[in-house]
């Protein structure tokens, strides 16, 4: 097609750096997904300022042999009329198709919202990144909203309304909900063989089938397993949904707040806190007590704190809440990571310049291990020389006079 001319466009490559460390700041995104249509790949997406696209401003696209590439494989820019959009509050949601053909497997696609600037890699906002891997060049589905927009997340809240949207012909949805005890990630340091590891084969809870264009409605907090086709030749296909308890990605109950200190605490402080007659004024004053009765602190702390956990459940949901994944752990107790390297070989590095004994640089790497349940989850390379520097983060946390007190996540 003519539209899409490899290595001839006149403006300059999307980014210079390859620092990936604005997609993890929590702040609004450029949320995308993808459907399998035909000889097509549909892209679905949802920008959170609609403004990015006025005055002429272009929606930029380009094709990168890798992450760590020094030049894209192709870039055009997507004309207007070939957008499917709909404005939704100040964003707008937007939708193009782009020909198989120039999505080989394993390519990185950029999605760039509005003029390139010198932090385009970093500008979540404006820019969205997706490796192509087989499960986006078959899936001919995507999941929608109680309204049919793409829901562009791959969790629901225990008896929220979704569905199914399928291209061509409505296909049946069969379910399965899986019996699954969600496990917190082991501290960096620690030698994961030296845990006894889940069940092998996920017992099943209960199943259904759908019938074609039938809402979904799960009351039952789990992990379940969509299989979506059958009809008229469709080849089935599996996803997984993540149906949380109560408000996730927020925490709302007692139960909700002890949980994640776990990082922090020993299993004795945590039942102290979970038998106490007010589980939640027994938090308020765990944290009280860290700040050693500074109220204004220990409000911050508490602020910060949460604040990440429920980031981290926005960020990396999988086949457990955020919070309780590889990146999820040090997301909560490190923080956002200040400069964010993707590989060639799929692995990701996350590094901290003043996270290390005596403020010494950090480096934490992430080795891609997708399955049926979690097709973007990453596991922590664990590393016996982390157990000095964790200590001493979770310390800072514990101790006032080291309390984090840094600016903002969301401004870092």
Known sequence: MLWLLPLLCAFAPLAPRPDYAGLYRDAPALQLDTRREGDSLRLLLRLPDAARLRGGRPLRVAGWPSF??????WQDSIPRRRWRARPEGEGLRLSFSLPLAQLPNGLVLQLQAGE???????????????????????????LTDSVGQPLLRRYVQAGETFGVESF???????????QVQP???????????????????????????????????????????????????VAPHTIAVLVADNNYPALTTAAELIEPLLYLTTSQERQRLTDAPAPKRAVDKFWLDA???????????????????????????AHKAGWLTDKGLLYVVLGPPPSVRR???????????????????VTFSFRPKPSTFAPDYYE??????????WYAAVEQWRTPPTAPSAPTDRNR
Do not use: C, H
């Open 183 to 233: 496990s917190a990630a082991l501290p960096p340091m620690t030698d994961p063989r030296s845990v006894a590891g889940g069940p092998r084969v996920l017992p099943v809870l209960d199943s259904a089938t759908a019938a074609p264009g039938q809402p979904l409605r799960f009351e039952q907090p789990g992990l379940y397993a969509l299989k979506v086709g059958g009809l008229g030749g």
């Open 68 to 73: 760590e590439a020094k030049a894209p494989l």
């Open 343 to 361: 590989l060639a070989s799929g692995e990701e590095r996350w590094f901290y310049p003043e996270a290390g004994v005596g403020g010494s640089p």
């Open 380 to 389: 922590l390379v664990r590393r016996p020389e982390y157990e000095l520097l």
């Open 291 to 317: 700040a050693r009765g500074n109220q204004s602190q220990g409000r911050e702390l508490i602020r910060r704190y949460y604040g990440r956990v429920e980031a981290a459940n926005r960020l990396f949901a």
């Open 168 to 178: 061509g012909i409505y296909q049946p949805v069969r379910w399965k909900r899986y």
């Open 116 to 142: 390139p600037s010198a932090d385009s890699y970093q500008d979540a906002a404006t820019t969205a990144w997706l490796r192509i891997t087989p499960e986006q060049l078959n899936r001919p589905f995507v």
